[in-house]
């Protein structure tokens, strides 16, 4: 109660001071106009009636007072709107207090007291300063809206007036409306003011528009000879609503590519995706597709034609005997491709898709040398073959395709590949082929293993043993068209179905189930080790399989073998019979074998046999016939003992290898001989490369296979890492061999290493257009393991150059500059990336997701703390105060923002911004302030992305930085910096644009 009455006396003590303050002025100016005070007596006498009663309200009120008192009449009295104008211009009076009295007036019936208020309204918007603090902020704006919006209403009343009497004083005030508004037309401040109000009040604005069509369109109907041509061209020219619209700029391109002779981002980006992630739908791939279009500004045509272009690099970039990758590449080109156009054609249905798309082939036929090179590489025209297949999806005509074709005849440097018959078939058309053989595949048989199984064991079998003839074709076309997983299930669940007999069965019976398990196990072994496990773990129907239980406890991959002691636990019975098997050569398969249990437990009697040959107990002839009686009918099983062995190896030391690498040197050996099972030739075929990947670490050097060793053991990976990009660079493209170097330096060295030493080598040109090209190949080389390179250079490489103080050349421009659209682009394109449900590629490490984040906080903070008091002690996150907190910074009126601060994207976004909000509050202007500026210019680049970035800088860092260097942001790029769709951005943009207007030059 005693609160309430307090504060009801502070509200008459206010309202009894304003009172005083009004009568006071009112003796003054009847004092001043009969005395006839110049402008600079007037305000020395109001000024101190203002501060002697310190009533803001009451300051108001005087604005009212002196433009009522000047109003009077018919006439307005000059010498009291001087005195006005004198004190608003002096900040006695609030200006918006002034404006918001004009906008009220609305006596046409005096059109000399109009004029005087246009003229009044366009010198103070024109030649006031600026100011944030006392007008409220958004206030302003408003004000300025309503100011604009009654100027074009005075004019179309005017105009109406003066189309009905055609008298002077409406001629002479539609004329000094349009020019009041030309003159407002001309400050950057007042439409950076006015677009902020838009998005405020977004009606007012709507309405401001149709007033102006109305005043046009009354224009229109004033006789030509009624009024002059300069007063018709002044109105039929205003601008200030169009210069409002065009404040909302087009932002540049991140990365310019018009002068560049290929886009070595996309065709980059092509060939990973070809030769790492063959398995990978392609959905994520269409939408980095989009981002990169975004970031380039490129045309769609252009855009098809650079992906196009990177499969015809990579077709010729084939080396002869690489059959997977060529397998890989011809896929990708002529089965992935097509669903990519067509994927694309889906998602922007309102383009002229077909005509950009036969503009793309177009330009590819300009490449007439590389077409002709990957023709006499292959050996057929690649060319005729892709456009078939897009002809077949309807994204070409068949019109489009014979242009096509009949302009690629007339181009070509050679003879034109014959359609017939050769020794060798391309392998563009043996993918072709493979590709409805799958579907075939998949349909037929393996659709009875539901209904029963006993009955068509010999036809599946049939289909095995005629698909060992092209497998590796086979797996192609299945990878490119999203059918590989499908067809593991399949191939799973037989080898569920044929591990054991379901009842009674004959000698034939138990052969051909055991030709089924053998060719399924090892079909399965070869497709896990190409494209990674995660292939078949992906399916929790299958995970209990034995198949898929034997991969997660023995198979080796990328050389990392597991633990003996968590293989599959053995049954001593069992062990105990194979023994007895292998020492007699008596036949384990008689009774209706369970050969899911014969894998599991002959790896253990392998190991007593070998002990029992380290004893002295066996004979080196006794072991080779054993090891002959282990491979003689089922090659799953060496499959196994090879799996075992390797990692029991991998656990002895030099001395102790020797007779266990003699018994795998005998046990990969295939037999020979007329006698031996049906197919085992291919089967063999088949076990000898699954086995080859498992062994390739083990074995001694010198008994190794010749295989690409693209990081020497005698070589240090950071030299291996320079030679690597300096060849990539120096080309503009990344070709296999590098390729496959730089994937292998990222799993053995990690992605912050490989993240430093990336952004080192693409800094070291010294030209700019050489600067650019590295950008566009390292932000396509960042795609390798995008999630995981985009957190490293957040939380690792940055923080490092910007706590260093040894950093200024990397920084300072234009390698700042350069550094800064790396980081845009690379966090733009893991952001896109996360919304997208992705297969892991192989070679990745384990996702950043997965590990704890509850200490990340705790942990980030001392980590950079330390570093600053190592290497810059006068930047000091904590005395700025900086938290999480600051993206709860809002107003009343706007909805908290919903931010994930678990997200580990979000979180080194977070702890970068705060680290160069620090670097900006330091007060020393430095390359590293140019970083950060160039960091947030390029990040409004980013179209519609960059809202995502932007919303994690801190709200005083734009003001700050504009303190520092004024007008490094000019008022439209600080319209895109701020979130127009709030209060608090819209305070913020405001705040900034005020500050600056002291800088505008009209």
């Given amino acids: 109660m005693a609160s309430q009455t307090a504060g009801t006396s502070q509200q008459m003590a206010g309202k009894s001071d304003s009172q005083g303050l009004i009568s006071r002025v009112k003796s003054l100016l009847v004092r001043a106009w009969r005395e006839r005070w110049p402008d600079i007596q007037w305000g020395i006498h109001f000024k101190r009636l203002v501060h002697t009663s310190n009533s803001e309200a009451g300051a108001r009120e005087c604005a009212e007072i002196l433009l009522q008192e000047a109003l009077v009449g018919t006439h307005p009295n000059s010498l009291i709107l001087s005195y006005l104008k004198h004190a608003t211009f002096s900040k006695l009076l609030p200006v918006s207090a002034t404006f918001q009295y004009i906008t009220n007036y609305d006596d046409f019936s005096k059109p000399h007291c109009l004029l005087a208020l246009v003229d009044l309204a366009q010198h103070l918007s024109t030649y006031m300063g600026f100011s944030y603090g006392s007008e409220g902020g958004l206030a302003l704006c408003h004000t300025l809206q309503s100011l604009v919006y009654w100027l074009l209403k005075v004019m179309l009343r005017s105009a109406q007036q003066f189309l009905e009497s055609e008298q002077t004083e409406h001629q002479n005030l539609l004329h000094s409306g349009a020019l009041a508004l030309q003159a407002m037309a001309q400050s950057q401040t007042i439409a950076s003011l006015l677009y902020i109000a838009r998005a405020e009040n977004s009606e007012v604005y709507n309405n401001m528009e149709q007033t102006e069509l109305n005043m046009r369109g009354t224009l229109s109907q004033i006789p030509q000879d009624s009024i002059s041509a300069e007063l018709r061209h002044d109105v039929s020219n205003l601008d200030i609503l169009k210069n409002v619209k065009q404040m909302a700029v087009t932002p540049d391109a991140v990365l310019d590519v018009s002068s560049m002779p290929i886009c070595s981002t996309i065709v980059t980006m092509v060939m990973q995706e070809a030769i790492l992630n063959p398995t990978s739908d392609i959905q994520p791939f269409v939408d980095q597709l989009f981002i990169i279009e975004k970031l380039v500004k490129c045309k769609r045509s252009y855009l098809f034609c650079e992906v196009l272009r990177g499969c015809f690099i990579g077709l010729v970039d084939l080396k002869p005997g690489e059959s997977q990758e060529q397998f890989r590449m011809c896929a990708f080109t002529y089965l992935k491709v097509p669903q990519i156009l067509q994927k694309i054609q889906q998602q922007s249905p309102s383009r002229d898709f077909v005509s950009d798309l036969e503009a793309g082939f177009e330009r590819l036929l300009h490449s007439t040398s590389m ?235 392998i190991q007593e046999v070998l002990f029992a040959w380290e004893h002295g107990s066996l004979s080196s002839d006794s072991i080779k016939m054993i090891l002959n009686y282990v491979k003689n009918r089922m090659l799953s099983l060496p499959v196994c003992v090879v799996a075992w062995m390797c990692s029991y190896i991998n656990m002895l030391s030099d001395d102790a290898r020797t007779k266990p690498l003699s018994m795998l040197q005998q046990l990969i050996q295939p037999l020979s001989g007329d006698n031996l099972p049906s197919y085992y030739a291919e089967r063999s075929q088949l076990m000898q490369s699954v086995v080859h990947k498992m062994i390739q670490d083990i074995l001694p050097p010198a008994q190794r296979r010749p295989n690409p060793q693209y990081v020497p053991a005698n070589s240090l990976p950071a030299d291996v890492m320079a030679t690597t990009l300096k060849a990539v660079f120096t080309q503009g493209w990344l070709d296999m061999d590098n390729l496959h170097c730089l994937e292998a330096l990222l799993n053995l060295c990690g992605s912050d290493w490989f993240a430093d030493r990336q952004v080192q080598h693409m800094l070291e040109s010294h030209r700019v257009e050489e600067m650019h090209v590295n950008l566009g190949l390292a932000a396509a080389i960042t795609h390798m393991d995008l999630e995981h390179i985009a957190l490293s250079v957040l939380l690792h490489t940055l923080p490092n150059l910007l706590l260093s103080a040894d950093s200024h050349a990397m920084l300072t421009d234009p390698r700042g500059y350069t550094l800064a659209k790396f980081s845009v682009m690379t966090v733009t394109a893991a952001q896109a990336a996360r919304s997208v449900q992705k297969e892991s590629r192989r070679g990745r490490k384990r996702s950043r997701n997965e590990f704890d984040l509850d200490d990340f906080d705790d942990f980030d903070s001392r980590h950079l703390q330390t570093k600053r008091a190592k290497m810059e002690p006068q930047i000091t996150l904590d005395s700025e105060g900086f938290n999480f907190d600051f993206l709860n910074v809002k107003e009343d009126t706007d909805a908290a923002p919903v931010i994930d601060t678990k997200d580990p994207l979000n979180k080194a976004l977070i702890n970068l911004f705060r680290l160069m909000n620090a670097i900006v509050h330091d007060g020393e202007i430095s390359p590293k302030t140019s970083f950060v500026i160039g960091f947030i210019d390029e990040a409004v680049k980013c179209g519609p992305h960059a809202r995502y970035i932007l919303q994690f800088m801190p709200s005083n860092m734009l003001s700050q930085i504009l303190k520092c260097i004024p007008g490094v942001f000019e008022n439209e790029k600080v319209l895109q910096i701020c979130d127009l769709t709030n209060t608090t951005g819209r305070k913020i943009a405001t705040k900034v644009v005020c500050q600056s207007a002291r800088f505008e030059r009209d």
């Fill in 371 to 605: 077409l002709d090179l990957a023709d006499s590489r292959h050996n057929c025209d690649l060319l005729g073959f892709l456009l078939g297949e897009c002809t077949k999806l309807n994204l070409l005509s068949a019109a489009q395709q014979k242009s096509i074709t009949a302009k690629r005849v007339s181009d070509m440097d050679r003879p034109r590949p014959t359609d017939q018959q050769q020794a060798n078939q391309p392998c563009a058309s043996l993918i072709l082929r493979a590709e409805p053989t799958v579907s075939s595949i998949l349909k037929m048989p393996f659709q009875t293993l539901d209904a029963d199984y006993s009955k068509n064991q010999e036809a599946q079998l049939g289909v095995l043993q005629h698909m060992l003839k092209s497998f590796e074709l086979i797996m192609a076309a299945a990878a490119a068209t999203g059918k590989l997983q499908t067809f593991c299930f399949k191939l799973i669940k037989f080898n569920e179905l044929a591990k054991q007999s379901p009842g009674p069965e004959g000698g034939k019976g138990s052969t051909t189930r055991a030709l089924l398990f053998d060719i399924s196990f090892l079909m399965l072994c070869h497709i896990t080790q190409l494209y990674g496990s995660e292939l078949i773990t992906s399916n929790m129907e299958c995970i209990n399989t034995f198949f898929v239980q034997w991969v997660l406890r023995c198979l080796p991959e990328d050389g990392k073998y597991k633990s003996v002691d968590i293989s599959m636990s053995s049954d001593s019975s069992k062990v105990d019979f194979l023994l007895n098997a292998l020492t007699s050569g008596s036949d384990y398969t008689q009774g209706s074998p369970k050969w899911h249990e014969i894998c599991n437990n002959m790896p253990y009697a």
